[in-house]
């Protein structure tokens, strides 16, 4: 079906704009005239957004109908249902848009290792299927706050970040988040390959297989709290 009049909505889709068809996975999706009607006005304004009202008027005859921004809404959804791989995004005050998605954005994904090398936060990545649940990415902002080198540190659990600071209530928190399967933010007394403390902000959370919602990785991110901590315990002093 890929010839001069379709249009590829995202990897798997294609709109015929002569049979005014959505071919799925090489599958004809039933539509019906209104949902067509409101495809159609997205893919024109592809990557534009379109007010609740536009779309009313082009999609009912305003004589026949009051306009509402229930019906719009209730098109809308009822379209994303029909195709769910569509990104039609809206916005507050109802104005709806046909987005590309993320998936037919190669560059993008080629580059996001470099994004994520470029946060200011530390951001790790572990995969909990190997023994001892080690770090198999760390960004470049984790690898210096610490001073290590990422090989030094990439195939190792975290926690050899503690040393031997390893009675910290915090850590009691962050086991049971994690054997729940759940986000967690906790202060961990970290340490410097130089010896130096560093309080350690961090958020871990699971990250789920979208279909077999099994555990597949955890991800952190870490920001170093230490000038905050040191204050907040020289006023613990104070009083
Ligand atoms: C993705 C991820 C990042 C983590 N980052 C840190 C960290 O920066 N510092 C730290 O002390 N522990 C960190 N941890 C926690 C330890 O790896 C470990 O789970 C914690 O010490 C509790 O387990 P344990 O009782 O086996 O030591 C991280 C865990 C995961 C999964």
Redesign the pocket.
């Known amino acids: 079906m890929n010839t001069h009049h379709t249009i590829k909505l995202c990897d798997r889709c294609y709109w015929d704009t002569i049979s005014e068809t959505v071919a799925l996975h090489h599958e004809i999706v039933p539509l019906t005239s209104n949902m067509k009607k409101l495809l159609k006005l997205l893919i024109a304004n592809y990557n534009k957004p379109i007010s609740s009202v536009d779309i009313f008027l082009h999609v009912w005859d305003s004589y026949e109908q009051e306009y509402t921004p229930r019906n719009v809404r209730n098109l809308i959804s009822n379209l994303r249902k029909r195709l769910p791989c569509l990104n039609i995004v809206n916005y507050y005050g109802g104005s709806y848009m046909l987005k590309k998605n993320r998936e037919s954005h190669p560059v993008f994904a080629d580059h996001l290792i470099e994004i994520l090398d470029q946060s200011k936060n530390g951001i790790?990545?572990?995969d909990p299927s190997q023994p001892d649940?080690p770090?198999i990415y760390i960004n470049h902002a984790f690898a210096n706050a610490f001073g290590y080198s990422p090989d030094e540190i990439i195939g190792k659990?975290?926690?050899f970040?503690?040393g031997d600071d390893r009675d910290q209530p915090a850590?009691e928190e962050?086991?049971k988040a994690?054997k729940e399967q759940t986000d967690v933010t906790v202060i961990?007394r970290?340490y410097h390959k130089s010896g130096e403390l560093i309080y350690?902000e961090?958020t871990?959370s699971p990250v789920f297989d979208k279909k077999t919602h099994k555990l597949k990785y955890?991800?952190?991110v870490?920001k170093d709290v230490t000038s905050v901590q040191k204050l907040i315990q020289q006023i613990k002093g104070m009083i």
Do not use: D, F
């Open positions: 790790t990545i572990s649940n770090v659990n975290c926690r970040l503690q850590l962050l086991r994690m961990l970290n350690n961090v871990i955890y991800i952190g870490q």
